[in-house]
């Protein structure tokens, strides 16, 4: 990277920090704006955002910020309730907390997953199931999964849009199933890209930021370049406000959740992101 474009991703990414900031709450968790209460969601995409960011700016915040007490009761009332937060808000609870140090046991976890996913295990429950499972438990075995996800099947395999197909592409590599043809599924992310550089729901349709993101992270796990990565990382910057978050597209407004699928495509499409492509599959034992 050129020194220009280097101090120009830094600048970007240090703005991030601040938009982030705005949307912080005294009761310890993080709001869609400023004027909005914290929530589980926003909370999660902030902290993704933060540990993300951090590193590359040398902010030392961070540490601070997962110790700190308010944050940590924010996020553990969640546990006293009933845990309706959905498959989604499930996962980003317990990642946020895994980030701050303060994970329920291994047992507890496992508990809640039976208790409110694996106990209908449709696509998305088992997706998020086995995301927990795999970012926050870290099994060296597929022999340790339980055993409903080991079993489980899904109807309509790799088909509708990006961000579907790219559960179905993680679920039936890690569960074992190898029914994607993997060279089939790469040429189909790839044709999901536009002229603008950004990617749609599916080839031909509209570029958003969150299919950069599903897009890309689908691209890196099957080995693939992007088609356009110049044009794809033009399309990002362009969504880019001078509030230092970032938008869907060009024309929205600025939120956490576009701000991280932001961050995370740039970081993809700068190489500094860990996120690596599926090793030789051996149900990674």
Not at 130 to 145: D, G, N, Q, V, Y
Request: aromatic share 10%.
């Amino acid at each position: 990277m050129m020194d220009h474009e280097a101090d120009l991703f830094g600048d970007t990414l240090s703005n991030v920090l601040e938009f982030v900031g705005s949307r912080m709450k005294d009761s310890g968790g993080f709001g869609a704006t400023p004027k909005l209460p914290a929530t589980v969601e926003d909370t999660y995409h902030s902290l993704r955002i933060i540990s993300s960011v951090a590193p590359v700016v040398q902010a030392d915040f961070a540490k601070e910020l997962r110790n700190w007490p308010a944050l940590h009761g924010f996020l553990s009332r969640y546990l006293d309730k009933d845990l309706e937060l959905g498959p989604r808000g499930i996962f980003q609870l317990l990642w946020s907390m895994d980030y701050c140090g303060i994970l329920p046991a291994k047992r507890d976890i496992f508990a809640i997953l039976d208790a409110n996913l694996l106990v209908n295990p449709k696509r998305e429950n088992l997706y998020f199931a086995l995301r927990t499972i795999m970012e926050l438990i870290k099994p060296r075995h597929a022999s340790e999964l339980p055993v409903v996800l080991s079993k489980a099947r899904i109807s309509g395999l790799f088909s509708g849009i990006l961000k579907k197909r790219l559960v179905d592409l993680y679920l039936d590599y890690n569960l074992g199933w190898e029914m994607i043809p993997l060279p089939e599924a790469a040429q189909w992310f790839a044709a999901c890209q536009n002229p603008d550089g950004g990617f749609g729901f599916m080839p031909g349709t509209t570029s958003y930021i969150e299919n950069c993101h599903y897009a890309l992270v689908a691209l890196v796990m099957l080995g693939v370049e992007p088609a356009d990565r110049t044009s794809c990382k033009k399309f990002v910057m362009g969504c880019r406000t001078r509030s230092g978050g970032f938008s869907r597209n060009s024309n929205a407004a600025p939120f956490l959740d576009a701000t991280w699928h932001a961050i995370k495509s740039l970081l993809i499409l700068e190489g500094r992101d860990t996120f690596k492509a599926f090793p030789p599959h051996d149900l990674w034992g």
